[in-house]
């Protein structure tokens, strides 16, 4: 069975810090995919990772992916307000299968 | 304007009773997948679709029935069986062998 695990669950952090969320997985898989969600809301997709070493940057946040290690990175650069959300990665095992998510990492950027 | 849409957004149960929640696509995705999301918590798969007239089970299936007559629709039905229905549920539907997945805005359940 398929584990995805991400820590840390909670971060509160200052504006204009960094940080990392990490996301582990249990089986071999080389596509991984990283969603935000504002409280009540759906998801939105922000990154999809298909290959190791695969890197992408949107604006302050910079997602990697290491399938060797079976982990993937969410780095955030100079924290902002509007950054308040909860960070979920999801976890392909096999190719057009059905995803597994990790329990989310809740994030809270005090001004 | 592509997209999934659920309905209906808010909805109340009574216990005993059955309700279905509605999700809709007009993106040709092929398969659609049921999440159930508690407070605080990831998502949980209930059922999914690859193909029309098939489904499968997901990690939490019992309490809870769907169809996939059409491929743009896929109606999940919250039996009397399932015992803690309040939750927050969100349909989402990929293309065939592309699992990044997109989602409906969710309709929240609650037992009155």
């Known amino acids: 069975e398929l584990k995805v695990e991400q820590n840390p669950l909670f971060l509160s952090m200052q504006e204009g810090k960094n940080y990392t969320i990490y996301c582990n997985y249990s089986t071999t898989s080389d596509r991984l995919y990283w969603y935000r969600q504002d409280p009540g809301k759906s998801l939105e997709s922000l990154f999809v990772?298909?290959?190791?070493?695969a890197v992408k940057q949107e604006g302050r946040l910079m997602a990697s992916l290491d399938t060797k290690a079976r982990l993937s990175t969410l780095h955030i650069t100079a924290a902002v307000h509007d950054l308040s959300a909860t960070y979920f990665c999801a976890v392909d095992p096999t190719s057009g299968s059905r995803l597994t998510f990790g329990e989310g990492t809740q994030l809270t950027v005090n001004p | 304007d592509g997209g999934i849409t659920q309905s209906p957004k808010y909805l109340f149960r009574k216990e005993g009773q059955n309700v279905t929640l509605s999700c809709e696509q007009n993106?040709?995705?092929?398969?659609m997948y049921w999440y159930r999301q508690d407070p605080g918590q990831g998502l949980r798969l209930i059922y999914y679709s690859q193909i029309v007239n098939d489904f499968q089970k997901g990690d939490i299936a019992e309490g809870y029935s769907v169809s996939r007559e059409k491929k743009e629709s896929f109606p999940l039905t919250v039996t009397s069986a399932q015992k803690n229905p309040t939750a927050f549920y969100l349909c989402a539907s990929t293309l065939k062998g592309n699992t990044e997945a997109f989602f409906g805005q969710g309709t929240r359940l609650t037992v009155v």
């Open positions: 990772l298909l290959s190791n070493g």
């Open positions: 993106l040709n995705h092929d398969a």
